[in-house]
Structure formats: C-alpha cells, structure tokens
C-alpha cells in the first residue's frame, strides 16, 4: 500500500507528517519503527499524525510517535509543524486552530510573518503528576547516578509540559554531557515513564542555550516542549525574567511563562522540506 506523507522540521527536530483524515492506515509501533529508520525508512525525530476530533469544540486530533515506536503525549516543534500542515492542506482555513493530545488539549495560532505561536498549557509541577518519584514538590532534586560504576549526584528541576522532563542547569552547553548523562537520566527509575532531559546554560536573564536529549530519540536539533521546560526550570530557579531566547543547536525559540497556573507560551517556526510517498 502507498501512503502520502510530508517531511517536515521546526529548527531541525524532524517529522513524518501523516494525514490520516484523508487517508486510512492502523499505525503500530513497529510501523513506526520501521519508517522512522533513517536507512531503511523515512527517517524522523517523530512521526505526527492528524486525525479528526473526537471531543468538541476542537479542530483535530494530534497524535505523536517517538522514533522507538513509543506513543508520546506532547511535541511542541511537531504542533508548529502541525499547524502549518492542516492549513497547506486545505484541512481548514483557520489562523487559531485548536488541537487534543493525548493528555490535553493545545491551541496553535498562525502569525502573518507564519511563525507559529502554541499556547503549551501550565507546566505541571507536583512530583506524581509528572511523574517523578520525589517525597515532596521542590524547585530542584538531588538525583544519584552511578557513571561507571562512580555514584555521582546531580542537581535537577522536574517538570512536565504534558510529557515529562528533567532540566539540569550547565556552565556551557558545548561541552555538556549531554550524551552521556542524557540516556542514564532519561531511564532513571526516579522518571518512571522515563523523560526528556535538558541542559541548560543560561546567558542572561533573557537568553538561554540549551541542548535535549529526547525521551525515545536521543539528542535531538531543538525540543519545544524542552524549551519551555528549561524556561519555566530557570525561572523558578530565580534566574530568568520573561520573555527568554532559547538558543538550540537548530535555531531560536521565544518562550514566556508568567508564574505558576499561567500557560507557556511557545513561539517559532515551522517548514515544510518535501512531499513523498512510501510503500508500507
Ligand atoms: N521534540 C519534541 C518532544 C517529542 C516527544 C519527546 N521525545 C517525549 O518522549 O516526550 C518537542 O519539540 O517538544
């Protein structure tokens, strides 16, 4: 069977893009797996699929894949991308376009200059709704680790933008270890439903680079959900005042978080590379 899809990427975290309002396909893990190769498939950070709504009073249902087949609750990148897809297609003609995932719901609104902004929802702080194994809410955690046979300790805020993240604050994000820190944190039993783990190194009280090592995937070009992540981390933390610059290895996001309860505010942009069709 052939099936219609686009290659797309916000600041390099790429996509499989899959209509499947127009097109009918069962989507396993192990076809996910499979187009996500780089050599033997399409190639993709995640696969995001847009189907119709099943709740009311929303435009679409946004489904997302990690790259391992696992099905994730939230892309900040992907739901930029997503927006831009259901309007080149013609699915709707709207510049506010609300979506359900698989833990909420998300409201994208498309810029005249086409940046996307996401309205990403409150970030989610209480350790068991994140989920986090911790006795008590806190802004950082103590987290062990053992790194080769060495126990070592490292300092970290936890924090869900509907999937769940680790922030660890670095003096400079080039020589973090993002590569070697990024996968024992990720699979840390503190983070039962593993996590995103971010590195963050802030500039200023408006700027911050940061490196993610995704949940599924590995280090990726750029994370969106990261990035409000490692936002509303610093903040806590005292050290940011909004809006923040997030400098990923792919390009810019503008991110703000005005205090606890108040949405994050994601705003970037989103493009199309080509259109394909795959044997599945
Ligand atoms: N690239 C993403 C996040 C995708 C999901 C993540 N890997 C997870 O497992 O939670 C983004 O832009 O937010």
Redesign the pocket.
């Known amino acids: 069977m052939l099936v219609r899809f686009t290659k797309m990427h916000?600041l390099g975290?790429d996509f499989m893009v899959l209509d499947l309002v127009t097109q009918r396909i069962k989507v396993t893990p192990k076809l996910v797996k499979k187009l996500g190769d780089r050599h033997l498939g399409v190639g993709f950070?995640?696969l995001l699929i847009v189907e119709p709504p099943t709740e009311p009073d929303v435009d679409f249902c946004y489904r997302?894949f990690?790259q391992d087949g696992?099905e994730?609750?939230?892309?900040?990148?992907?739901a930029r991308c997503f927006a831009k897809f259901v309007r080149d297609k013609r699915l709707t003609g709207k510049t506010n376009i609300t979506v359900q995932t698989a833990n909420g719901r998300a409201q994208l609104k498309v810029h005249p200059d086409k940046k996307v902004e996401v309205d990403m929802g409150a970030p989610v702080l209480r350790p068991a709704d994140i989920p986090f194994v911790a006795n008590q809410q806190a802004v950082t955690y103590a987290v062990d680790l053992n790194v080769n046979g060495e126990t070592k300790t490292v300092e970290l805020s936890a924090i869900s933008?509907g999937?769940?993240h680790g922030v660890l604050l670095v003096d400079d994000t080039e020589s973090a270890p993002v590569e070697t820190l990024g996968p024992l944190l990720e699979t840390h039993p503190q983070f039962p439903a593993?996590a995103?783990i971010g590195f963050m190194q802030v500039i200023n009280r408006h700027e911050v680079n940061l490196r993610v090592f995704?949940?599924?995937?590995g280090e990726?070009q750029?994370?969106?959900?990261?990035a409000c992540a490692a936002v509303v981390a610093g903040a806590l933390r005292g050290k940011l005042d909004m809006p923040v610059t997030v400098h990923l290895p792919g390009g810019d996001l503008q991110v703000e978080w005005r205090g606890e309860g108040q949405p994050v505010i994601m705003t970037g942009p989103a493009t199309t590379v080509f259109e394909g069709q795959v044997f599945i």
Request: charged share 15%.
């Open positions: 916000g975290n950070d995640q997302i990690n696992s994730v609750e939230n892309c900040g990148n992907g933008m999937n769940p593993k995103n995704e949940r599924g995937v990726t750029a994370c969106g959900t990261g």
